[in-house]
């Protein structure tokens, strides 16, 4: 089938454009180049795509692009564009939020309704559920959002819900914490593993015990595409179902690179939750998908490719 998905040179854009084309399908990719990472990181998270036959490539901005041509003939939309990150989201960097994550979605959602798409599947986050009891957390769970960032994609959220109207079949992928090659430069799991293998030091927010439901990027993309190809409607939580502290993901990048990250101690920041923990159930029953990739075996697999990077540029000077 034809896919289009936005976001596509992003970190899981990128690595759903390469799932789908093995998976036999014609995929259309849009992305804008925002700056959450640069374009030439962008170009390479591509590599594999770019000159494949069943792929193309608009570079486009979905607030103000037309996407008429691109959704034409589409069965589906995976719409993975938007503006990621809770900290960057206070202050006057909200305008980017509210144009990429609210503006450009209602863009997406009346675009698909125009050229008949069936399906439009949406990247949100587990930041709309803001500081949740403790335990795994379920779609149940009234949304309480306690980052701009997170009132953000549950707006969204929202417009899925109202563009259902119009015969879309939605669905909203909150996604917990996904790590894993391609991971941009400012995330934790990423900054962790290049202090680790450099010495350069790397802000730690909090005291570390703060917990974190990770995902590795293949699980997180074979999720997706479960979902994809199933009739689940509404919210469904994509996560490993496990959560570990950030002190215990320190620990395992100490093991698998040898060094420990050089960490500079700050207070914890506002729109942080102390957890992070997503119950599956809802995604295993209607897919039958469960994550596979344990937390020791993803980072090895991160730290080979952040080594390449690190050894890469050191050649280089
Ligand atoms: N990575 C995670 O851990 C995680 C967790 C939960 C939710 N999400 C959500 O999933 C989505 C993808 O996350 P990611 O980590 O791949 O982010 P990313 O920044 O790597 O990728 C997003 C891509 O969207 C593009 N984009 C942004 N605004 C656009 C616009 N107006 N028009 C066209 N392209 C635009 C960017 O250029 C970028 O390449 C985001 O919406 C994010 O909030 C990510």
């Not at 990181?41 to 594999?48: F, R």
């Not at 993803?298 to 050191?314: D, H, P, S």
Request: include cysteine; charged fraction near 15%.
């Amino acid at each position: 089938m034809r896919v289009v998905v936005t976001g596509a040179a992003g970190f899981m854009g990128s690595h759903l454009v390469d799932h789908l084309l093995h998976a036999g399908h014609e995929v259309i990719g849009i992305d804008a180049f925002t700056p959450s990472a640069s374009r030439e990181c962008k170009e390479a998270n591509l590599a594999g795509a770019l000159g494949h036959p069943r792929f193309g490539l608009i570079d486009a901005d979905l607030c103000v692009a037309g996407l008429a041509e691109a959704f034409g003939g589409a069965e589906v939309v995976v719409h993975m564009a938007g503006q990621a990150g809770v900290r960057e989201s206070w202050g006057d960097h909200f305008a980017a939020y509210a144009g990429n994550n609210l503006l450009a979605t209602q863009r997406v959602l009346e675009a698909a309704v125009a050229a008949g798409v069936r399906r439009v599947v949406y990247a949100s986050s587990s930041a709309v559920y803001g500081c949740p009891p403790p335990g795994p957390c379920g779609e149940e769970t009234p949304p309480r959002p306690v980052s701009p960032f997170g009132v953000s994609v549950l707006a969204g959220e929202g417009l899925l819900d109202a563009y259902a109207q119009h015969g879309l079949s939605t669905t909203a992928i909150r996604y917990s914490s996904v790590y894993g090659p391609r991971q941009r430069r400012g995330m934790a799991v990423e900054r962790f593993i290049a202090s680790a293998l450099t010495g350069t030091p790397v802000p730690l927010f909090g005291s570390g015990g703060q917990c974190r439901d990770l995902i590795f990027v293949g699980d997180a993309v074979e999720a997706t595409a479960a979902v994809i190809a199933s009739e689940l409607e509404g919210a469904v939580n994509v996560g490993s179902g496990e959560a570990f502290t950030i002190n215990e993901v320190l620990e395992i990048i100490a093991d698998v690179v040898g060094s420990a990250p050089v960490l500079e101690r700050r207070p914890a920041v506002a729109g942080d939750p102390p957890r992070e923990r997503l119950a599956i159930d809802r995604l295993r029953a209607a897919t039958g998908f469960v994550p596979g990739t344990d937390l020791h075996a993803g980072i090895v697999a991160q730290v080979g490719v952040v080594r390449g990077a690190v050894m890469t540029a050191l050649a280089s000077g």
